[in-house]
C-alpha cells in the first residue's frame, strides 16, 4: 500500500453551501468522512480524488458534472454505501493487480442506487455489493487502460448490480467479471485485451446485449469459467444466433466445462444468442511436453513431502542437532525457514529435540560473500556477517545448506571460474569442519517456462557447475531450478484459442520473478527439508531432484 504520511496533496473545501452539504473538490487530504462532516452529503465543485486512506463512508455524493475518482492506494479498503448521483463521471484506481479483490480496495453497498453517467475502473477491483436489483454502476462502463500488466475486476455479491443499459468496453489490461453465482444484465460487449468471464458456483445467468456491431480487436479474448451446464448456467449475447459476428465468436472459450474432459474449448453461439462449448483446443507446436505422462513426471520432482521426512517419526535428526542456511535475499526473508522450523518445532520426531535452523542469508548476496563474508547485510536486518568457514566454527554446524546463485546470475557478474572455485572453497571448507553439506541451485529470474527469461542460460550454466561440484565433493545437492522449472511447466501457461501458450513472467512461485510467494515457500522449504533428511541419514541417501524426470540426490560425505 501507498503510505498516506507521505502525501503531498491539496485539498479545497469551499465550505458548506447549504445546511448538510459540503462542497469538495481538488485531492483531499483526509478521508471523505472528515472531508464531508459527519451528517453532512458531499457534492462536487471541481474533479475529486479520494484520499488513500482506508475508509467506510455513508454519504450521499453529488458529482455535479465533475469526476470523482476513488483512489486506495494500491488496496486500502474505501466502501461507500450511499448514492453516488450523476451527472458526471466515477472513476476506480485501486491495486494494480486487483489480489485483494475479496478483503481490499472498493466496495460499492447499501439500497440506494448509483447513477453516473460513465464509470472507469482504471485498474484494481470492485465489488459490487448493492440490494440486489439496485444499480451500482451505471452509465458506460470502461474496464482497464492501456496498461497490459494491470488487471480491471468487477465482483458480484447481488444479483443485477449494472445497469441493463450500460455497455461495457475493456482496455488492453486484463478484465474479469466474477460473478460469484450471480446473475447480470449488460449493454454491448467490446473488448481490446484479455478476460474472463467466472460464473462462479450457482445458477449463475448471464445476459449481454446484442454486441455484433461492437469492435473486438484480433487476438481479443474473452474466456468463460466455471459454466457448469445449460441447465444451470446461461451466457447469451442477444437472442439470435447473430449477437455475435463469427470473428467475435472465434475469441470465445470455456475453460474447463461441466461434464467435458478439462481443457479449453471454443464456442458456438445457439439460435437464442447463447453460448455453449464447442470443439476442444488442442496446443500447437507447444515448447515442452504436455502430455498427461509428462505432467505425471514433472509432478515427482517437485511433490516431495520433504518437512514430513525431516520431522517424522524416521527423522534422522538428533537432539540438538544445528543446522546453518546460507543464502541471498530468498533465504535472508526467512520465509521457507520459519516453515521449517515449525515442522521441526512440531513434528512427532522432532518436537523434542531442540534442533536449531539458523539464517545465514545475506541480502543481495552471492557465492563469493557466502564464501568471505560481508560488512553488512546479512540476517538480520543488515548485520555482519564472517566468513563460511568461521560462521560454521561459531555456530557448532552440523548441517549446512548453501543455497545461492540467482544475484551472481543477475547482476553480481561472478565469473563461471569463480563460481565454481568458491563451492569448490566451501565444500572443502566444511569437510574440514566435519560439516555436512547441502547445495542447492539456484531457481529462476522471471518464471517463463519456456526458456524465453533473460537469465536462463546463465542460470542453467550456474545449476550444472554446482552440479559437479556436488558431485566431486560428495554433498547433498536439492536441485531447485529443475523443481521450479517442472513445476512452472505444470502450472504457468495457459493455452489460447489458436493453439499457443501464453506464460506469466511473475505470480506463480513468485512475487517479482525471483522471492517466492506463499507457494514457493512452501516448496522450498519442502524441498530443502528433503536435501536436509539425505544429509542427516546414516547412509547416502536414494530421494533428490536431479534432472526433470529424476529424483536422485548426491550423498553426502560418509562419516
Not at 474472463?196 to 449481454?208: A, E, K, N, P
Not at 560488512?375 to 555456530?395: E, L, R, T, Y
Not at 518464471?447 to 542460470?459: I, K, T, V
Request: aromatic share 8%.
Amino acid at each position: 500500500m501507498k503510505c498516506p504520511t507521505a502525501m503531498l496533496l491539496a485539498c479545497s473545501l469551499a465550505g458548506l453551501s447549504s445546511a448538510g452539504v459540503t462542497d469538495l473538490s481538488g485531492d483531499l487530504t483526509t478521508h471523505l468522512n472528515d472531508a464531508v462532516g459527519a451528517g453532512n452529503s458531499a457534492r462536487l465543485v471541481g474533479d475529486t480524488t479520494t484520499f488513500w486512506h482506508s475508509v467506510n463512508a455513508a454519504a450521499d455524493i453529488d458529482l455535479n458534472g465533475f469526476g470523482f475518482t476513488i483512489d486506495t492506494g494500491d488496496g486500502n479498503q474505501q466502501t461507500y454505501s450511499g448514492a453516488i448521483a450523476g451527472p458526471g463521471t466515477l472513476s476506480f484506481v485501486g491495486r494494480p493487480d486487483a489480489a485483494w479483490w475479496a478483503s481490499g480496495d472498493i466496495w460499492l453497498g447499501g439500497n440506494a442506487a448509483n447513477t453516473p453517467d460513465s464509470v472507469h475502473l482504471v485498474y484494481g477491483s470492485v465489488n459490487l455489493n448493492k440490494t440486489a436489483g439496485v444499480d451500482a454502476l451505471a452509465g458506460a462502463i470502461t474496464l482497464g487502460s492501456s496498461n497490459a500488466s494491470q488487471t480491471a475486476l468487477l465482483a458480484w455479491n447481488a444479483d443485477h448490480q449494472i445497469n441493463d443499459g450500460s455497455a461495457i468496453t475493456t482496455g488492453a489490461s486484463t478484465f474479469e467479471l466474477l460473478l460469484q453465482g450471480y446473475s447480470e444484465t449488460f449493454g454491448t460487449l467490446a473488448i481490446d485485451g484479455r478476460g474472463y468471464l467466472d460464473l462462479g458456483t450457482g445458477s449463475s445467468q448471464v445476459h449481454f446485449a446484442d454486441s455484433s456491431a461492437q469492435a473486438w480487436g484480433a487476438g481479443d479474448t474473452l474466456l468463460i469459467r466455471n459454466w457448469a451446464g445449460p441447465a444451470t448456467n446461461t451466457v447469451a449475447f442477444g437472442t439470435t444466433h447473430a449477437g455475435l459476428t463469427n470473428a467475435q465468436l472465434a475469441s470465445v472459450g470455456f475453460i474447463d466445462p461441466a461434464g467435458m474432459a478439462p481443457g479449453l474449448y471454443r464456442a458456438a453461439i445457439q439460435n437464442d444468442g447463447t453460448l455453449v462449448p464447442d470443439a476442444m483446443v488442442v496446443a500447437v507446436n507447444p515448447p515442452f511436453d504436455l502430455s498427461p505422462e509428462a505432467f505425471a513426471e514433472r509432478e515427482a520432482v517437485y511433490s516431495v513431502p520433504g518437512r514430513d521426512h525431516l520431522a517424522g517419526a524416521d527423522t534422522p535428526l538428533t537432539a540438538g542437532t544445528t543446522i546453518s542456511v546460507f543464502g541471498d535475499s530468498i533465504t535472508w526473508q526467512d520465509g521457507y525457514l520459519t516453515h521449517i522450523r515449525t515442522a521441526l518445532a512440531n513434528g512427532e520426531g522432532t518436537q523434542a529435540l531442540g534442533v536449531n535452523v539458523i539464517n545465514r542469508g545475506i541480502n543481495g548476496g552471492g557465492v563469493l560473500q557466502v564464501r568471505d563474508g560481508v560488512a553488512d547485510s546479512a540476517f538480520p536486518g543488515s548485520s555482519a556477517q564472517a566468513s563460511f568457514a568461521d560462521v560454521i566454527a561459531a555456530d557448532d554446524t552440523d548441517i549446512a545448506v548453501v543455497f545461492i546463485g540467482v544475484n551472481d546470475v543477475w547482476w553480481r557478474g561472478t565469473s563461471e571460474e569463480d563460481f565454481r572455485t568458491a563451492l569448490e572453497d566451501l565444500a572443502d571448507q566444511a569437510a574440514a569442519a566435519d560439516v555436512r553439506l547441502v547445495f542447492a541451485t539456484p531457481t529462476v529470474h522471471f518464471e517463463r517456462p519456456d526458456g524465453g527469461n533473460g537469465d536462463d542460460a546463465a542460470l542453467d550454466t550456474c545449476s550444472q557447475i554446482m552440479r559437479e561440484v556436488a558431485d566431486d565433493k560428495d554433498a547433498v545437492l536439492v536441485d531447485l531450478r529443475a523443481a521450479y522449472l517442472a513445476y512452472e511447466m505444470n502450472h504457468n501457461g495457459e493455452l489460447q484459442l489458436d493453439g499457443s501458450l501464453i506464460f506469466q513472467d511473475t505470480g506463480v512461485l513468485t512475487y517479482d520473478g525471483v522471492h517466492p510467494n506463499a507457494l514457493g515457500n512452501e516448496l522450498l522449504a519442502d524441498l530443502i527439508s528433503q536435501g536436509i533428511y539425505e544429509a542427516a541419514v546414516p547412509e547416502p541417501g536414494s530421494l533428490g531432484l536431479l534432472g526433470l524426470g529424476t529424483l536422485a540426490l548426491f550423498p553426502r560425505r560418509p562419516e
